[in-house]
């Protein structure tokens, strides 16, 4: 739980912190995304493989790895003294991370009880929704304060205590449990796997600054061969040996399949509005972070309301919730965008809470009975690789939103960061957020109903008395 906590804490701490690292560190716009992109690129391309080393090696002892990686990056991170250095250190994170994260999610699969889940999920959304919460509000106070004389360096030093206490509890508390089927790691998946994401997901987020030479569309033109080659060696390697990187029967899974698809697009949206809406308060109407901060607290404390009210009504209504919480963020940010369109410079945080309040609530509808519907379906043998597959699409969303949201809006601003380039950038860039979380409503459809997923959890569970 602590691990979702850090992860999340991070991101929403970083958000908050871009306009200081780009006064500070001389950090260009393409700078600023791959702080962002960055970590996404790491994260997204190694997720798979954490999932499956995690199944392999034991989930305890790779999770332990995937932390104390972490906490040392964030080090590096805190130690940078330019854009170069901070965003190679916010590689490595997003390398670790992608330990660290899959075997929350893999564990959770193994240790419980189908009927369990939906609790212990919960949980883990509660403990995201106050990471939500506490991230903006303590970035922005450690920025603005200078706490401990380092500026916002100090977002990166937090990590460090944290991620001790993390080892010491995963040591003590944590089972290393694997996967009875994978015996070994398959290291040409592995490679294919990494290079294929890799050739994906860089031209997103580096393809805009570049301004689309061939050199790019070549990539995604590789991206495609790679990932082509990688499912039939993984179809090839799952028949002959059981042991491949990505079971690619999880894709015949329509329950699996669709959730995927709902979570990238839900944060391709989320990602690009989070780091437009924060260079925009604090480089155009000049919120300090801890004003920034508390802009944002309406959007976090609204998911930490949602994922309350999620478990109770999933439970009753299922794939509804996860429609409805959808189109509420599609209407939040639309209702946000109008808003900041017709104030202008005049625009508070006061203006922003309603529509912030009914998105982040949306968001905690959606997220938390995604993961437990997603997940349903999927045998405990495959939780290492579901979990990080899931995950992975979940980092390629978010990189595909910061490249094609941040195209938008960057497009528009310019090079100059005026009030009213930034106020029409952000305006414009919000309607593609809002589209994202259009197409992730309309994903939830194809996702099963509430009896199938029932009918799954007591076999599952008949199927664990026999064993």
Not at 87 to 113: D, K
Not at 114 to 135: C, D, H, L, W, Y
Not at 321 to 332: C, E, K
Not at 337 to 344: E, L, N, Q
Request: hydrophobic share 55%; glycine share 12%; with cysteine.
């Amino acid at each position: 739980m602590f691990a979702a906590f850090m992860d999340l804490l991070d991101v929403t701490i970083v958000n908050v912190a871009l306009p200081a690292i780009r006064s500070d560190l001389d950090a260009s716009p393409a700078h600023l995304e791959w702080i962002l992109g960055g970590y996404t690129l790491a994260f997204a391309v190694l997720l798979i493989t954490g999932g499956r080393l995690g199944d392999i090696f034991g989930r305890q002892r790779v999770f332990v790895i995937g932390v104390a990686g972490f906490t040392l990056a964030s080090l590096a991170a805190c130690l940078s003294g330019n854009g170069d250095t901070l965003v190679a250190a916010r590689v490595v994170q997003g390398a670790f991370a992608a330990m660290m994260v899959p075997q929350l999610l893999s564990t959770v699969q193994v240790m419980y009880a189908p009927k369990e889940r939906a609790n212990v999920f919960g949980i883990v959304g509660a403990v995201s929704g106050t990471a939500a919460v506490v991230g903006p509000l303590l970035g922005g106070w450690l920025i603005t304060h200078d706490a401990f004389g380092v500026g916002w360096r100090s977002i990166f030093l937090i990590n460090i205590p944290v991620g001790i206490v993390l080892i010491v509890l995963a040591l003590k508390y944590v089972p290393n449990t694997v996967s009875e089927r994978a015996t070994r790691l398959d290291l040409p998946g592995f490679a294919l796997a990494t290079i294929g994401v890799f050739l994906l997901v860089f031209p997103l987020i580096e393809g805009r600054e570049q301004g689309w030479p061939a050199w790019i569309w070549a990539m995604f033109a590789g991206a495609a061969v790679v990932l082509a080659a990688f499912v039939a060696n993984q179809r090839r390697t799952e028949r002959l040996t059981q042991s491949s990187l990505l079971p690619m029967h999880l894709f015949g899974n329509r329950g699996f399949a669709a959730g995927l698809v709902t979570q990238a697009a839900c944060s391709a949206a989320m990602a690009g509005f989070a780091l437009t809406l924060v260079i925009y308060v604090q480089s155009g109407l000049g919120f300090s972070a801890v004003h920034a901060g508390l802009v944002l607290l309406p959007f976090s404390l609204g998911a930490f309301i949602g994922v309350g009210i999620s478990a109770p009504l999933g439970l009753k209504l299922g794939k509804v919730v996860l429609f409805a919480g959808a189109i509420l963020q599609a209407v939040g940010i639309w209702w946000l965008a109008r808003i900041v369109s017709d104030h202008g410079a005049g625009f508070g945080a006061w203006d922003g809470t309603p529509p912030l309040l009914a998105a982040g609530i949306g968001l905690g509808m959606l997220v938390v009975p995604l993961i437990d519907i997603a997940l349903a379906t999927v045998s405990t043998d495959d939780a290492g690789a579901a979990s990080g597959t899931y995950s992975t699409f979940q980092q390629l969303g978010s990189a595909l939103g910061i490249a094609i949201v941040g195209a938008v809006f960057f497009h528009v601003v310019g090079d100059t960061f005026t009030e009213t380039g930034l106020r029409d950038g952000f305006v414009e860039a919000s309607w593609w957020a809002a589209g994202g979380y259009l197409l992730s409503a309309a994903a939830t459809l194809f996702l099963p109903d509430r009896n199938a997923v029932q009918r799954h959890a007591r076999e599952q569970a008949e199927l664990l008395e026999t064993v």
